[in-house]
């Protein structure tokens, strides 16, 4: 991937700021020469209906309100096809943290919940279940397996889904390309990744 220039938030987005560990995939927000790169990763692949679970290592709870850090399905186009997990407080240090999001496939009413969320430990785990009519999201505490759904933080079930395949990303970005307030860089690992088509 090269670097570019762009959207979410007119950042830039740095392909150093990706890299695999033994630990997992790690995204970094840094300063380099003064300003902020952030990181994003896309698959070659589109996917389709099916379970989207990740597990992050790190206090994202605890992340620089300018911070946004997101696993997304995404078609392209701004406002159609997506389905979004964030974690961000927006620019508003006393906000809820955990976001979940559903664009349709004609432009139209957009489908968005909003959660607080306190992690118990430096893991929590994310999933989205991707269906024709519907999306249904959950979070957890700590590692989960496929199976389990124990020790939630939140669930939700939107009333709309998109129908287009689309490629399954991950960034970590700063909300309308301010500077985190504390002025400090962060990073997260995504230790494990699954995807399970229906």
Avoid at 21 to 48: F, P, R, Y
Avoid at 82 to 97: H, K
Avoid at 119 to 140: E, L
């Amino acid at each position: 991937m090269d670097s570019y220039t762009g959207n979410p938030g007119s950042n830039i987005f740095d392909p150093t700021n990706v890299y695999l560990g033994s630990d997992g995939v790690h995204l970094k927000i840094t300063k380099v020469g003064g300003v902020w790169h952030c990181a994003s990763m896309v698959s070659a692949e589109n996917l389709s209906n099916g379970t989207y679970r990740c597990v992050i290592q790190g206090r994202a709870d605890l992340l620089d309100p300018n911070m946004v850090l997101a696993m997304f399905s995404y078609g392209g186009v701004d406002n159609v096809n997506e389905i979004d997990i964030e974690l961000s407080r927006w620019g508003y240090p006393e906000s809820d943290s955990l976001n979940y999001m559903v664009y349709p496939s004609v432009p139209g009413q957009n489908w968005s919940e909003r959660f607080p969320m306190t992690q118990t430990s430096n893991w929590t785990t994310h999933r989205f279940i991707w269906g024709n009519a519907r999306v249904s999201f959950v979070s957890q505490q700590g590692v989960r397996e496929l199976a389990d759904l124990t020790n939630q933080i939140a669930t939700a079930q939107s009333s709309i889904s998109p129908n287009k395949p689309m490629p399954l990303g991950f960034n970590f970005w700063l909300n309308g390309g301010k500077a985190p307030t504390n002025g400090k860089g962060a990073e997260i690992v995504i230790t494990d990744f699954s995807y399970t088509p229906s």
